[in-house]
């Protein structure tokens, strides 16, 4: 008699497995990428509006050690333009995936060791010193990272499917930011010595377990099809970032000013309101944690939706009419905040970051990519949004602190916000529409061509 685990060995072998489509898979990979990466460089942000002022900076003042906080918060997006130049040109040249594996294992390291810093207490200003070389360290990875995700999903998404598949990338940092806010409302209700002694270390040290779950997801993931074609024709000599700079210089500065009022905005919303509101609204730091998780949450539903809309309309269209949006919206919205209201306060945030944000942030991802062909695209995607992170981000919690200092009030921050979505409009009305990124590979004759 046959044996019946043979039996059903041979049975298996014999049945076809339907394997994952290698778009789904890319998508699959670019999104949890995004996510781990999220939450590892957003918990340093809320860190650092909880934590790192009495930490490591103890011998200032309390504005100016929430100033120094938020200074080496910055230092972390002021990095990232490098890392896009860095992965930006190995991302052109060697092709999208081992880039986005060095990024991710180099993330992990840099959050795991933040989680195991002295502080100043035990080193004195080294613990300082140590805190902003490792931010510099993930500004790097997620520099190069972001460009990277993003153009994984892009590059593989059907021609009419460039908004929905670039934008579900994007739900990565909404998640991230998710788990790291979630991870540190429960920890703020540790009694207050032990979250400053220990408490607050846990989510960079539970990193180690995000990094992993993200190399298994990564390992089975092919190059883009839009890079595979590129490579079977003749490379440019030119350094990808020469040539971006030579030939590509206003589709690069468009991105940069189409960036630039979504990511200032996130910023005030995600690191400074959490000062801010907890310190002279006189709200608990939970309940305004609690509205930040609320708007990611909003986020993680909204981002799709607002991809496959992109697409039905129009993405360079949509994006038009998001930034004019966050114009005219933010104004009211950070007066809602600033009413001393509560249930104001949620709702502001909500709205902000749940429906007003993913209006640019959603289809951002196929309009940029569509602005540079294929042996540029890694470089010019990831700098034009690095730079404009470094610009609005991360100047964003210490412009906002220096203008409440002076005016009291968040809405000098408001104008400031508005002023950039504006600039955002118009810059989005000078860049090319969206075709499908996938069928832009130059052909061998005109690799050099100026191509915009």
Known sequence: MNDPLSALDGLAAATPRRALPPRYKAVLSATAGSIIEGFDFIAYGTAAALVFNRQFFPNLDPTSATLASFGAFATGLFARPLGAVLFGHFGDRLGRKSM??????LMGFSTIAIGLIPNYAQIGAWSAVLLVALRILQGVALGGEMGGAVLMAVEHAPASRA??????????????????????????????????????????????????????????VGETPA???????????????????????????????????????????????????????????????????????????????????????????????????????????????????????????????????????????ALFAAQFPVAVRFSGISIGIQFAAAIGGGLAPIVATALVTRFHSLQPIALYVGALAALAALCTRLMKNVPSVQTQTPPPTSLNSQGE
């Open 100 to 105: 986005l594996t060095l990024s991710l294992f």
């Open 227 to 365: 890079f595979e074609k590129a490579a079977r024709v003749q490379k440019s000599a030119d350094v990808p970032l020469w040539q971006l700079l030579a030939r590509h210089k206003k589709a690069l500065l468009l991105a940069i000013g189409a960036k630039l009022p979504e990511v200032t905005l996130y910023y005030v919303l995600t690191v400074f309101l959490v000062s801010y509101a907890s310190t002279r609204l006189g709200f608990s730091r939970n309940a305004v944690l609690q509205a930040v998780m609320l708007g990611a949450a909003i986020q993680i539903v909204t981002l799709p939706l607002i991809g496959y809309l992109a697409d039905r309309v129009g993405v360079r269209r949509f994006y038009l009419g998001g930034a004019v949006v966050m114009a005219l919206c933010v104004v009211p919205l950070l007066r809602w905040i600033d009413s001393g209201s509560l249930v104001a306060l949620q709702v502001a945030v909500a709205i902000a970051l749940g429906l007003n944000y993913p209006l640019l942030f959603g289809p951002q991802s």
């Open 163 to 220: 908004g929905l598949f670039g934008s579900l990338p994007q739900i990565g940092p909404p998640i991230g930011l998710l788990l790291s806010t979630l991870a540190f409302s429960l920890l703020t209700r540790l009694p207050e010595p032990a979250f400053q002694s220990w408490g607050w270390r846990v989510p960079f040290l539970a990193s180690v377990v995000l990094v992993l779950l993200g190399a298994f997801v990564r390992r089975s």
